[in-house]
């Protein structure tokens, strides 16, 4: 088990934010989670669980314990795999392909743990991962105590869990287990992805050719955090009611959106941000990411602080311009 005090977290953040914590935790096998949730009862202090950091802006030092997940492995069995926590998501997805197992092409390439996927719901091209999570393991910080929560007790919903909610640093994830199929039936009708299938010539495409065409339009539209720090997609993209996207339709006729139901349309967050002149603004040393609107970039050297005011800025004139409220997707410490 890893046990590191006054710990810098700018390793564990993909905006790149220098941010310390008192303590540091990282457990590698069940045991070892348990152990951590004996320390964090007996600390009485507060505490954080965190995957890969893809979805957090820290904006200060973090006066307590930050815990992550180290897992490792992969089982499988029949369409069930069972993966380790601290398992790199993209890995993940790439090692289903290689097994012959699919309906996970369409997240390819979202960076962070497979614990993360769990807690956040993550979902790109008209899929979510609550589609194929079967449950999820999980040691209980109260009592010690491994339990197994099936999928569709964690009131998955639009980058929502249970996790995030009434869950939130009740669980450590030790594992999760999917429910993938030997056949693949590709997730076409989202986004590009067509376009991008015929411009390569493509009518009918494997599996590895579907999640090379993810990757290729993810790659052209997301920065390298590596190079220019972010946490990809940085707002939800809003449900409106029908008569809130008719109305807005009439104004704006080219405005794209996306059926929920009979109520409710979903309208791009990133399409309003550009509508507002965000894309490619800067605002100090936090800025909009030019070829993406809904994605918030550490310039250099920027500061938590700076990236919630850029935040609140371009909130601020959405909600001024459209009357549409835009929440983050990111987990704001």
């Known amino acids: 088990m890893r046990d590191e005090r006054e710990y810098s977290l700018k390793q564990h953040n993909t905006f790149g934010i220098d941010a310390k914590c008192n303590r540091y935790l990282e457990y590698a096998d069940v045991e070892e989670a348990r ?27 973090f006066e ?9 492995g992969m089982t499988v069995d029949g369409e069930r795999v069972r993966c380790g926590s601290g398992m790199e998501w993209d890995a993940v997805v790439e090692q289903f392909i290689a097994h012959g ?3 996970a092409e369409n997240l390819s390439l979202i ?8 807690v956040q719901n993550i979902g790109a091209y008209g899929v979510e991962a609550k589609d194929i999570i079967e449950s999820v393991s999980a040691v209980e910080i109260a009592t010690g105590e491994l339990v197994q929560l099936a999928g569709e007790t964690c009131g998955y919903g639009y980058r929502q869990s249970r996790f995030k909610q009434e869950w939130c640093g009740r669980f450590l994830i030790t594992e999760v287990t999917f429910r993938l199929s030997r056949e693949f039936r590709p997730h076409l009708d989202y986004g590009n992805i067509r376009a991008e299938l015929e411009r390569q010539g493509i009518s009918q495409p494997t599996a590895r050719q579907l999640r090379d065409v993810i990757i290729a339009i993810r790659e052209a539209k997301l920065p390298d955090w590596h190079v220019l720090g972010n946490a990809g997609s940085f707002f939800m993209n809003p449900v409106v009611s029908r008569a809130k996207y008719e109305e807005l339709a009439a104004q704006y006729p080219q405005m794209p959106h996306y059926y929920v139901d009979e109520e409710h349309e979903k309208i791009p967050a990133g399409w309003m941000i550009e509508q507002c002149g965000w894309k490619g603004r800067p605002l100090g040393r936090a800025g909009v990411y030019e070829k993406q609107a809904l994605i918030l970039v550490n310039r250099g050297g920027a ?8 935040c609140e800025a371009i909130r601020n004139d959405v909600q001024q311009k459209f009357g549409i409220d835009i929440r983050p997707e990111v987990n704001i410490i």
């Open 303 to 310: 500061t938590g602080a700076e990236i919630v005011a850029l």
């Open 64 to 72: 307590g314990m930050v815990v992550r997940s180290a897992m490792q």
């Open 111 to 118: 960076p962070g743990d497979v614990g993360a996927c769990a």
């Open 101 to 103: 197992l699919y309906g």
């Open 35 to 61: 152990r951590v949730a004996a320390i964090l009862r007996e600390a009485h202090e507060p505490y954080l669980v965190i995957g890969g950091g893809s979805n957090l802006l820290l904006t200060r030092d």
